[in-house]
């Protein structure tokens, strides 16, 4: 099911009608109480927009602009300019070994995550940034809030095609937008930040499926996981650590690859510190100090109500000519 959002509902009866937001919001109001609240207000806005005679969505074909492109579409054809690549992973599917790898893309309407799986991902070591990208059949799914394009065996990923050109993707949209900590606002996405690490926390590992890689749960045969039921886990592993930038501090949590990233070790070094803990401190003490580069995304923790860092990619060498042109610039 195609999904449109309540704001881009609300602006296209708004152009269409010229009532004001107010006017609208109301009458959607009024008809969710008709309705006994048995509806959604996307739902309401849906009957709404139809009662006025304005066509919500009109079914588009052909090569679409970033913002165009909604959640549930199949069959996407987009063109964008390769602004991050994060790096690929493998995990068991069934019992073959699979990979996936993703990419943020932009044009001057906006930017989206391309998620690439098997065969596919192998695409990933062939990209580089400000590199043009034709995607043909993707299908768009919604990730914590955010649209993403997935390719799959059918999906075709073009690099650099010939006569394919993108404009300049707007500063606002551009991957890693460089943000002070204390501007960091709950949701904020492909954020950069560049500061120094002042805490560091123990490793924490927990048991994950070793054919699809989701959590699995403690059961009474042993663990079990939502899709393969029991199984004999395999473990990842998280880290968290304070940063500061000298506006303020927020702590960062790096998963897996990101944790393996900082440290600069593989998963067997890493997993040493599950069977011997203390060692992990001389590790702790060496990093105190150190200024990262990480790219992510705000979270708001709830349980502590604060906003939290997760780190989608981490830079342990930002190069010093770099940041000052930044911030000469």
């Keep these: 099911m195609i999904k449109i959002p309540y704001?881009?509902?609300?602006?296209?009866?708004?152009?269409?009608?010229?009532?004001?937001t107010g006017e609208i919001e109301d009458r959607i109001d009024k008809k969710m109480k008709q309705l006994s609240g048995l509806?959604?207000?996307?739902?309401?806005?849906?009957?709404?927009?139809n009662e006025l005679g304005v066509k919500v969505f009109e079914p588009l074909s052909g090569k679409l602009q970033i913002k165009n492109i909604l959640t549930g579409m199949r069959d996407v054809e987009t063109i964008g300019k390769v602004l991050q690549i994060y790096e690929a992973r493998e995990f068991m599917r069934g019992d073959a070994v699979s990979k996936v790898a993703s990419m943020l893309i932009g044009d001057e309407t906006g930017t989206i995550r391309i998620v690439m799986w098997g065969s596919q991902a192998d695409n990933a070591a062939n990209l580089a940034a400000n590199d043009i990208v034709k995607i043909i059949g993707g299908y768009v799914r919604e990730n914590n809030g955010r649209k993403e394009i997935h390719l799959n065996d059918r999906s075709q990923l073009m690099i650099n095609?010939?006569?394919?050109?993108?404009?300049?993707?707007?500063?606002?949209?551009r991957s890693g937008s460089r943000k002070e900590i204390k501007n960091l606002?709950?949701?904020?996405?492909?954020?950069?930040?560049?500061?120094?690490?002042?805490?560091?926390?123990?490793?924490?590992?927990?048991?994950?499926?070793?054919?699809?890689?989701?959590?699995?749960?403690?059961?009474?045969?042993?663990?079990?996981?939502?899709?393969?039921?029991?199984?004999?886990?395999?473990?990842?592993?998280?880290?968290?650590?304070?940063?500061?930038?000298?506006?303020?501090?927020?702590?960062?949590?790096?998963?897996?690859?990101?944790?393996?990233?900082?440290?600069?070790?593989n998963q067997e070094q890493v997993m040493r510190f599950k069977q011997e803990p203390a060692d992990f401190e001389a590790v702790k003490n060496e990093l105190l100090g150190t200024i990262i580069k990480v790219n992510g995304r705000a979270n708001k923790n709830s349980m502590f109500n604060r906003i939290e860092f997760v780190a989608n990619s981490v830079d342990t060498n930002p190069n010093p000519e770099e940041e000052l042109k930044r911030l000469q610039g």
């Excluded at 704001?7 to 004001?20: A, D, H, P, R, V």
């Excluded at 095609?161 to 949209?173: H, I």
């Excluded at 048991?207 to 749960?217: F, H, L, S, V, Y």
């Design 7 to 20: 704001e881009e509902i609300i602006l296209k009866i708004n152009e269409k009608t010229n009532m004001t």
């Design 161 to 173: 095609p010939k006569g394919e050109s993108v404009n300049e993707v707007a500063s606002e949209f």
């Design 39 to 49: 509806i959604s207000k996307e739902g309401a806005a849906h009957i709404v927009a």
């Design 185 to 265: 606002a709950e949701n904020d996405n492909e954020v950069e930040l560049l500061g120094t690490i002042v805490q560091v926390f123990d490793v924490k590992f927990y048991e994950i499926c070793p054919r699809c890689g989701k959590r699995a749960k403690p059961s009474a045969a042993l663990f079990e996981c939502s899709e393969h039921g029991n199984v004999i886990p395999a473990y990842a592993y998280v880290l968290n650590a304070v940063l500061d930038d000298g506006t303020e501090t927020i702590r960062c949590v790096f998963f897996r690859n990101q944790v393996e990233k900082l440290l600069k070790m």
